[in-house]
């Protein structure tokens, strides 16, 4: 896709790190800069809601009803009068807290339960990793909506749940990359230092390991934003009073027929997102040329 | 391969009794029993309908008994509708969500392989880019947004479709199978892409064509069984999604199957039925995992040979 390491020669020759060489490369990728830029844009967003929201996130004008975009509110309102803007803007920073949050649950427990299993290696190894094969063949998406019911629809929990499954990819990688730096002289002089493996993991390993990382952080985020929205639809997820692009889509299918705008503005949302970090994704994953982290 | 196959049966079993396990105790722990809330019930009652459901015994002779129900293929009475067995309702609902699961799938397959087929026959092209351009829409737009649009579009708009149901109205299939497929025909047309792009640069390919074949034989004849190897091996997993998926296309659509039931079950606390149809889908979804791989190992001898057959 992104065939332009060659052009970067002339820079490489004056010292180019491998951080400013992947910089480099992925400004190259249109879409990915593109979907780079719309995350940063959302997210700004998502941040300053409660102080740029242009209504108030409760407020409710019943005699208003449910209006067309207009130069008042701009993506319209609902058949409460809110108005809609605001309410993808709020729904947002729940999408996105969740996308975000429940990843790096996944992070954190992948990367620790890889690096492990791939340090110690040996029967720890094997049962660690056979514990994952296990999990693997689970049916998780029926689990998720399993413990929504079983412990009630909280968003704690929601975080967590989402997070506790999606680590197992997460620790396949760590453990692989772990096992080939673990042969490289810097790990054995690190070991002669007489530093603690713990040590030896977060200071050696994991940094030396982020490339791929990276790239399969930003491709989990998006079936994160998926899986929470797939529960708010069901009426699983994310409950009222509070909102999420999930939620605010699942109202707009039910009167879609009278008020399509109020199905189509949440729909574009959670596509754009989706698509922004599905191309930074992609994008990242040839700046940093890493392997078989997805497909 | 019998070895293989024997070796992937085995590893199969600790899977599903740590899925009834789970569940059961899940299930079992959960706050609030079916009995309480609602309206006092007398004592005598309470006694007996416990007794009916086993929850007046120790939690652990609970769970034997349960596996021993499961043995015999019993999924015990519904908490939430007296007299009918979980049985009958997975009876009633299964049918519809395999049929519903099996359009999908053939839509998923049918537009997904010959897309990614054409893209890979000219890579870097138009051919190319168009196709898995599409396929990028299909994986960002998930099916509670492409639901609900194709209602609108095809039902609403342009009246060409029915919005709802399942068997009722003559085409009233056709959206919920689209619906339900497109996101796995996007990812079947990447892979199908890439099992293409690494089979063709292969040397037998190279052969075939010195040999003179016309290129439609060298891909049919020879590049689609290896290329397709990526495909089949992602059935397993695609089956498990399109159980799942089936929840959200059966709740959009209304269609009376397994998806709907499960979550209504879920709002209905019916914690019987949820235990039962758990079990079963995790059951199903682990036979297809396993099938998927057999296949999978069946089209490529390289995996074979690692069992020493």
Redesign the interface.
């Known amino acids: 896709m992104n065939t332009s390491t060659i052009t970067d020669i002339s820079e490489a020759e004056q010292g180019t790190s491998l951080w400013r060489d992947a910089w480099l490369r992925l400004r190259r990728n249109r879409l990915a800069v593109f979907g780079l830029a719309v995350l940063l844009v959302f997210v700004i967003i998502a941040i300053l809601t409660p102080w740029i929201a242009p209504y108030g996130y409760a407020q409710q004008q019943l005699a208003v009803g449910a209006t067309p975009p207009s130069a008042a509110h701009w993506l319209g309102t609902d058949i409460f009068g809110r108005d809609l803007l605001t309410q993808i803007m709020y729904g947002g920073r729940v999408s996105l807290a969740v996308g975000f949050i429940a990843t790096a649950v996944a992070l954190v427990i992948g990367i620790t339960w890889g690096a492990v299993a791939g340090y110690v290696g040996g029967k720890v190894d094997a049962v660690m990793m056979r514990l994952v094969?296990?999990l693997y063949?689970?049916?998780f998406?029926?689990?998720i909506?399993?413990?929504?019911?079983?412990?009630?629809r909280n968003m704690l929990l929601l975080f967590l749940a989402i997070g506790a499954v999606e680590w197992l990819t997460m620790a396949r990688i760590m453990r692989s990359q772990v096992q080939t730096l673990r042969q490289q002289e810097f790990v054995e002089a690190a070991i002669s230092l007489g530093l603690s493996p713990a040590t030896i993991i977060r200071r050696h390993l994991v940094p030396n390991a982020l490339g791929p990382i990276i790239v399969y952080t930003t491709l989990t985020i998006?079936s994160v934003m998926?899986l929470e929205?797939?529960l708010s639809?069901?009426?699983?997820g994310v409950q009222p009073p509070q909102t999420s692009w999930?939620l605010l889509?699942?109202y707009?299918?039910e009167t879609?027929?009278e008020y399509?705008w109020l199905?189509l503005y949440p729909?574009l949302a959670?596509?754009l997102t989706?698509?922004s970090l599905?191309f930074l994704g992609d994008g990242l994953r040839d700046a940093l040329d890493v392997r078989s982290a997805k497909? | 391969m019998w070895r293989f196959i024997g070796f992937r049966v085995l590893q199969s079993i600790p899977v599903l009794l740590v899925v009834i396990t789970v569940t059961f105790f899940l299930v079992r722990i959960a706050p609030g029993g079916p009995f309480s809330g609602e309206k006092a019930v007398i004592p005598e009652v309470k006694a007996a309908l416990e007794a009916q459901y086993r929850l007046n015994l120790p939690m652990f002779e609970q769970y034997t008994a349960y596996l021993g129900d499961l043995a015999r293929g019993d999924l015990g009475p519904s908490f939430k509708y007296p007299g009918r067995s979980v049985n009958e309702l997975i009876a009633a609902g299964f049918p519809v969500t395999a049929e519903l699961g099996l359009y999908a799938l053939l839509v998923a397959i049918g537009i997904g392989a010959i897309a990614g087929v054409i893209a890979a026959l000219r890579p870097n092209t138009a051919q190319d880019y168009v196709p898995m351009s599409v396929a990028m829409i299909g994986i960002c737009v998930p099916s509670l947004l492409m639901g609900p649009i194709l209602i609108l579009v095809f039902g609403i708009y342009l009246e060409w479709l029915p919005v709802s149901g399942w068997g009722d109205m003559p085409g009233d299939k056709i959206l919920p199978a689209i619906t339900l497929g497109s996101t796995y025909a996007a990812y079947i047309a990447r892979l199908s892409r890439a099992g293409m792009l690494e089979v063709m640069s292969q040397d037998y390919i190279r052969t075939a064509r010195a040999k003179g074949l016309p290129e439609w034989r060298v891909v049919t004849g020879h590049a689609l069984r290896g290329g397709m190897i990526p495909v089949v091996a992602f059935l397993g997993p695609a089956f498990a999604g399109l159980l799942s998926g089936s929840f959200v296309v059966e709740t959009i659509f209304q269609i009376p199957g397994l998806g709907r039931f499960y979550v209504q079950a879920a709002f209905n606390r019916d914690y019987t039925m949820i235990l039962g149809a758990t079990v079963f889908l995790a059951t199903l979804i682990v036979v297809f995992n396993l099938l998927s791989d057999i296949l999978a190992a069946w089209m490529n001898p390289r995996l074979r040979s690692q069992f020493g057959d």
């Open positions: 094969d296990i063949a689970l049916p998406m029926i689990f909506v399993l413990l929504m019911v079983v412990f009630g998006p998926l929205a797939f639809f069901l009426g699983l999930g889509i699942s707009g299918a879609m027929e399509p199905l729909g959670l596509i989706l698509f599905n497909d």
